[in-house]
């Protein structure tokens, strides 16, 4: 089984939607993070949760929303979707900083179409 | 700021051929550096890191040193194969670790041709 899901795997939305995308981790790790990945921009960081009551915003941010449910779980929400958040949306999770720590291991994405 | 600049794809290859794929960055101190692989339609997966100057990290016959003075972490292989089409990714954490984010370059796409 895989370290790191998500769901769904693929998601189509209307504008002004509620959507949640979904993490699960059985790797036993602190860490989590959200990314989206757009074509020639590489992946940017949304949020990141260092524990369940360790949440921070990463560099974009805004119209989106987390939950850190659970150690091993770490929802994403775009509380009214509009088109230009159409990506490919990867979790990622890693056991802290430095060293062996600090490496990130990834979900297998979710890729999200707002029409 | 921190930045990672890689170098743009398509990259297309016949299969042997040798593979360089170039990512410089601008980070202050000694970042740990990484290169990321994404192949059709999976996630990113971890394919060799350094963490400090003249390491060399290597994995599945890929390569990258870490060159302070150049401020460069270039991807090689010797001989690509079909299954090393894909996505690959630059990406480094910088030194004081701000929140553990990393930071990618925009990805560079390589196809191998048989």
């Known amino acids: 089984d895989a370290d790191v899901t998500q769901t769904p795997r693929n998601r189509i939305t209307k504008t002004g939607k509620r959507i949640m995308l979904e993490c699960s981790q059985t790797?036993?790790?602190?860490?989590m993070y959200w990314y989206r990945q757009d074509p020639g921009l590489g992946l940017r960081l949304i949020y990141y949760?260092?524990?369940?009551?360790?949440?921070n915003k990463g560099e974009i941010s805004d119209g989106y929303s987390v939950s850190r449910q659970a150690q091993a779980k770490f929802s994403l929400s775009l509380e009214s979707a509009i088109p230009n958040q159409t990506a490919l949306y990867f979790c990622?999770?890693?056991?802290?900083?430095?060293?062996?720590?600090?490496?990130?291991?990834f979900g297998p994405g979710t890729r999200l179409l707002v029409l | 700021g921190n930045s990672v600049t890689q170098m743009e794809g398509p990259v297309t290859l016949s299969e042997e051929a040798f593979l360089t794929i170039n990512c410089t960055y601008t980070?202050?101190?000694?970042?740990?550096l990484f290169w990321y692989v994404q192949y059709p339609g999976e996630g990113l997966q971890l394919l060799l890191k350094?963490?400090?100057?003249?390491d060399k990290g290597s994995n599945k016959g890929f390569e990258a040193t870490y060159r302070k003075e150049t401020t460069s972490f270039h991807l090689e292989k010797g001989s690509v194969q079909v299954s090393d089409s894909a996505v690959y990714f630059c990406?480094?954490?910088?030194?004081?670790?701000?929140?553990?984010?990393?930071?990618f370059g925009q990805g560079t796409e390589l196809s191998v041709k048989p």
């Open positions: 990622a999770t890693s056991l802290g900083s430095g060293g062996n720590e600090e490496t990130q291991y």
């Open positions: 980070a202050t101190g000694y970042p740990s």
């Open positions: 350094a963490t400090k100057a003249d």
């Open positions: 990406a480094l954490i910088p030194v004081y670790n701000q929140g553990g984010k990393l930071i």
């Open positions: 949760s260092f524990d369940v009551k360790d949440i």
């Open positions: 790797k036993g790790h602190d860490r």
